[in-house]
């Protein structure tokens, strides 16, 4: 004779949905509380003030930085990759340490290009910058 197994009987397979709510709401809370948010490093400017006043600098201790709408920049009128601006502010720096960098950016060229060319000026370790529109009609 052959015997049949009984079946077993088994609980219920339901996942009860009132508690998932419950620990969804517990892991938001532990993610919110453990996150760490960066803060982002802006680059330190000293922007003129009410007292401030004009100075006149020799135009032997400024060197002119341009970027032009078409993503290029020239220094000393000629065209230079932006990997080159470190080195010759570098040298520049070393040979005149009243120098000022004049970053002279067109109304159309990209916002991008000019923090491009302030961090190679902070990597030069350049601390006298200005920043000047340059007037597209060439006037």
Do not use: W
């Amino acid at each position: 004779m052959v015997k049949l197994k009984k079946a077993r009987s088994r609980p219920d397979q339901e996942i009860h949905a009132g508690a998932m709510s419950d620990i969804a709401f517990l892991l938001l809370i532990f993610f919110l509380v453990t996150t760490i948010f960066a803060l982002e490093q802006g680059i330190p400017l000293m922007l003129p003030g009410k007292k401030s006043t004009n100075v006149k600098v020799k135009r032997d201790n400024i060197l002119i930085v341009e970027a032009h709408a078409n993503g290029s920049i020239v220094i000393d009128k000629e065209i230079i990759p932006l990997k080159r601006i470190k080195p010759m502010v570098e040298r520049k720096l070393a040979e005149n340490d009243k120098l000022v960098v004049v970053i002279e950016t067109h109304p159309d060229s990209e916002y991008g290009l000019m923090i491009d060319i302030l961090d190679e000026l902070r990597l030069a370790d350049a601390r006298r910058i200005s920043l000047k529109s340059m007037n597209p009609y060439g006037g």
